[in-house]
């Protein structure tokens, strides 16, 4: 293997973490409130905005402000469950699909009324830093990323395994009327996984921003890949999205080194559209997608 | 009587809707105001075509904008290379739509629910990133300009008066269209398969035909306004014509006017785009997308607190207003004509009955299936006479549905053979055996629950009516023949349990069955109910339909039927008249428990 597929590999892994990242609060409000949540990608833009004035307001580094935007997000995201998908648990799909988009439209243009299109980036101690052997050097806050979303992966999986809380999520993923009849309060545990998936992504948006540009639209780009990702994933699988996360970021840099840079979001469209129809369960989902 | 019925609100409201719409471009001079006429049309048109699938069809495409894209690219660079003129280029672009919409939609259908919006998304996102990169033929992100030549030939006018008629034409056209789908067994067939597919299957509707056909009318239409949208605007981008927000927007008019509905997509679109076109041009600068924090809120709003959209806010009250009108009649009620035939369920047999020579209707040799493991049904074999009433009982979990489910095709057999009529049916889809006559209710009953009572049934007349009265007429001779007549008029999901059982089987008998097969119509009914029920089905019977049919109630089964088969762990374990079933010690064991037949020695 020569050396720049080396480098084209490892970029594409590093890559496919920061989607994994994104991802895995994706796949716990998709896998088990049932909400094909758009508006993920504002989630992210939004914690992206709020790290980036913690640190121009009060010179709080991103990776502190994880501790302030984690708790915060996670009431954001109840509070988006209880007001807006709750009430509509039981409408049709149509329901709550625009609901979502309408949540899109509203935040994506809040933020542009207030902080305008520009694009912003913070620089940060840790902003250019390089580790790694000679020639392969990588870029810090990239690797964090990458360890941020293996820790966050194995934390909610222990989670979700081991809790009783993680146990009524799985079950009510599984089958909500069930889930009820075993005394699960599953509206509660929609409002818990809600909260978590946001958390989560709050947490990716502070990871993103010594490496990212935030503007007002830059969660519209990240939320259709980390949904290709939830399902070659698997919905609810944290393995899955932290594999697909991979997966997709590799074919990322990969196409673009033997295609064409142009056309690689194309190409995991596509495959992403052949496996919606041809395996449907993702690599490692165990619930049906009907 | 034509000229009559023009006098009455329903009819001339609508009218005068239509001529206060052909005067407006008349009487708006402001050119801004104009645009923005033009602009609601263009929306409403497109509203009204997504609607057919989206709405009547219940498949949620937000990936539109790749047959909008379709045709205004196709027109421009029909039109740019080799000077076609963009009339032709629209009908052109529209026909790619089609072919490009069947490509596409059939395997998508195969997803349902967000699934299925996910993967119009992603094709939306793949047409516009090719649109992008394609350079030499679409010019990329820096688009496409037509030359300003004012000339009807080249679809290019000096002022915007000629647009305006275009595009209410093709808004008039698209209504139309709508109109007549609505009443007609597209319509009906649609909601139903938006209501329940597997209910729908089962009364002869190919689900995967139309849903595929409603795409592509759908499609065809929002290619014309593509085509249409480039001349108007004179300059196509893939940021303009190809991105998400475009499908969103034919979606978002229909739902916040109300979907499913002829006049949604238009209310929603006079409501929502002269406001944004509004607060655009007079915040604009400033405030830039607050028309779209405006849009998604009430998007929100909308879609928690009226569901059903505007339209069905203003419904009663337009209903008031109209009985209250000059020239107001009740609707008619269709006066009852009879199909021709003696008998109320005249079935199929005369027609195709007596060509082969076996006395059996319905032969089952050796059939299994098994999931995973465990057989649900083994080396089952047995024969059902024509015009007889077959009962088949055994334990829960004895594979009974699973019968069912093979010889209706949901399920393909693992083994052995089922011969209808002399024929192998291997292979055949539900609907198919339900046109050859072969019709089943569920078990757990699948109403289409936000029709009425009345239009369940006529959605399983089509079948075999090939008239939409005719349709009608038979779907009211079978409510009153199950009793449900009464109830024509309410929404199927307001039913109690005894009448959507009933109605399961209304709808099965509208599609005029050879067979029939019941799957525990009685179950959760109470003493009386279940004594209607049987009655019922004895009727049926005496009008020469073949019955089979699965119950726990033994009383009912002992009475009803001619044969029994007793099935257990898949296998047959009896088979015969009542009286010897009931005295099994083999049904007996299976029922009771091996325990109870030697405490009774």
């Known amino acids: ?290 | 009587m034509f000229f009559k019925t023009l006098f009455r609100p329903q009819i001339y409201i609508p009218f005068l809707g239509l001529t206060l719409l052909i005067l407006t471009p008349v009487l708006v001079k402001s050119p801004f105001l104009l645009h923005i006429v033009i602009i609601t049309i263009l929306y409403a048109a497109l509203g009204s075509a997504w609607n057919i699938i989206g709405g009547y069809g219940g498949q949620l495409s937000l990936g539109h904008t790749v047959f909008f894209g379709i045709g205004a690219y196709t027109s421009t660079l029909l039109y740019l290379k080799f000077g076609l003129s963009p009339w032709l280029g629209m009908l052109l672009g529209a026909f790619l739509s089609m072919i490009v919409a069947a490509i596409v939609g059939y395997p998508s259908f195969r997803l349902r629910g967000p699934f299925f919006v996910l993967s119009t998304i992603a094709f939306g996102e793949v047409m516009h990133i090719i649109a992008i990169n394609w350079r030499d033929v679409t010019g990329g992100s820096v688009g496409l300009g037509i030359q300003f030549e004012p000339a009807f030939k080249n679809f290019i006018f000096s002022t915007k008066v000629p647009y305006a008629y275009i595009v209410i034409g093709l808004l008039v056209l698209i209504l139309a269209v709508v109109t007549l789908m609505e009443k007609s067994r597209m319509g009906y067939y649609l909601s139903a398969l938006r209501e329940n597919e597997d209910g729908a299957k089962v009364l002869g509707i190919n689900t995967a035909r139309y849903k595929l056909l409603a795409l592509m009318i759908s499609a065809f239409f929002t290619s014309l306004g593509g085509t249409f949208y480039a001349q108007y605007i004179l300059f196509i981008d893939p940021y303009d014509i190809l991105t998400l927000s475009l499908s969103i927007d034919m979606a978002l008019v229909s739902i916040i006017g109300g979907i499913g509905t002829i006049i949604g997509p238009v209310i929603g679109s006079f409501f929502m785009i002269p406001l944004g076109e509004f607060l655009r041009g007079t915040l604009g600068g400033a405030f830039r997308g607050i028309h779209l924090i405006i849009y998604g809120t009430i998007l929100i709003l909308v879609v928690i607190y009226m569901p059903q959209g505007i339209v069905e806010k203003i419904r009663k009250k337009y209903r008031v207003l109209v009985s209250k009108l000059p020239g107001f009649r009740p609707e008619e009620i269709l006066s009852l004509r009879m199909v021709p035939g003696s008998h109320i369920l005249q079935t199929a047999n005369a027609r195709s009955f007596g060509e082969h020579p076996t006395p059996f209707l319905l032969e089952v040799q050796n059939l299994s299936k098994y999931f995973g493991g465990l057989a649900a049904v083994s080396c089952v074999d047995f024969r059902l006479r024509q015009s007889e009433i077959l009962g088949l009982i055994g334990p829960n979990g004895a594979g009974k549905t699973t019968l069912f489910n093979l010889i209706c095709g949901f399920y393909a057999p693992d083994d052995g053979q089922i011969l209808y009529k002399g024929k192998n049916i291997e292979g055949f889809r539900p609907h198919i055996l339900c046109q050859k006559g072969i019709g089943r209710t569920f078990q757990i009953v699948k109403p289409f629950g936000n029709m009425s009572v009345l239009d369940n049934v006529i959605a399983g007349a089509y079948c075999r009516a090939p008239k939409n009265a005719i349709a009608r007429a038979k779907a009211e001779e079978i409510l009153k023949f199950v009793g449900l007549w009464e109830n024509r008029n309410l929404i199927a999901k307001s039913l109690t349990l005894p009448g959507k059982k009933r109605l399961e089987m209304a709808k099965v008998l509208a599609t005029q069955p050879d067979l029939i097969l019941l799957d525990e119509v009685m179950a959760g009914l109470n003493q009386r109910e279940i004594s209607d029920a049987t009655v019922l089905i004895k009727k049926i019977n005496e009008e020469g339909i073949t019955v089979m049919v699965i119950e726990h109630v033994m009383s009912v089964i002992m009475s009803l039927c001619h044969q029994i088969i007793v099935l257990h762990h898949g296998e047959k374990i009896a088979e015969g008249a009542p009286e010897k079933i009931s005295n099994d010690p083999k049904v007996i064991e299976a029922y009771l428990g091996e325990e109870y037949l030697i405490a009774r020695g």
């Open chain 1, 1 to 290: 293997m020569s050396e720049i597929l080396i480098k084209v590999v490892i970029n594409g892994l590093l890559m496919g973490g920061i989607y994994a990242l994104i991802s895995l609060g994706l796949t716990l409000i998709f896998g088990v409130v049932r909400i094909v949540n758009f508006a993920h990608g504002e989630f992210l833009m939004l914690s992206m905005y709020a790290s980036y004035w913690l640190f121009q307001l009060w010179g709080i580094d991103p990776y502190v402000s994880v501790l302030i935007i984690a708790p915060l997000f996670f009431v954001f995201g109840m509070i988006v469950q209880r007001g807006i998908f709750q009430p509509i648990l039981n409408a049709p799909e149509v329901s709550k699909i625009f609901a979502a988009i309408g949540l899109v439209m509203v935040l994506q243009n809040l933020a542009l009324l207030f902080w305008k299109g520009d694009y912003r980036a913070i620089k940060t101690i840790s902003s250019g830093l390089l580790i790694g052997p000679e020639g392969f050097m990588i870029g810090l806050p990239r690797f964090i990323a990458f360890l941020a979303a293996v820790s966050i992966m194995l934390g909610l999986y222990f989670f979700i395994k081991n809790t009783y809380t993680g146990k009524a999520i799985r079950a009510t993923g599984q089958d909500q009327g069930a889930a009820l009849l075993m005394g699960i309060n599953t509206k509660r545990i929609f409002l818990i996984a809600f909260g978590i998936g946001s958390s989560c992504v709050g947490i990716a948006g502070c990871l993103l921003m010594p490496i990212y540009s935030v503007f007002p639209t830059v969660g519209a780009y990240f939320v259709l890949v980390a949904f290709v990702i939830v399902v070659l994933g698997g919905l609810g699988s944290m393995l899955g999205a932290f594999i697909g996360g991979l997966i997709i970021g590799l074919v990322e840099a990969l196409s673009g080194y033997f295609i064409s840079s142009t056309y690689k979001e194309a190409i995991y469209f596509i495959i992403f559209w052949f496996l919606l129809i041809y395996k449907p369960t993702g690599l490692f989902g165990s619930v049906s997608q009907e």
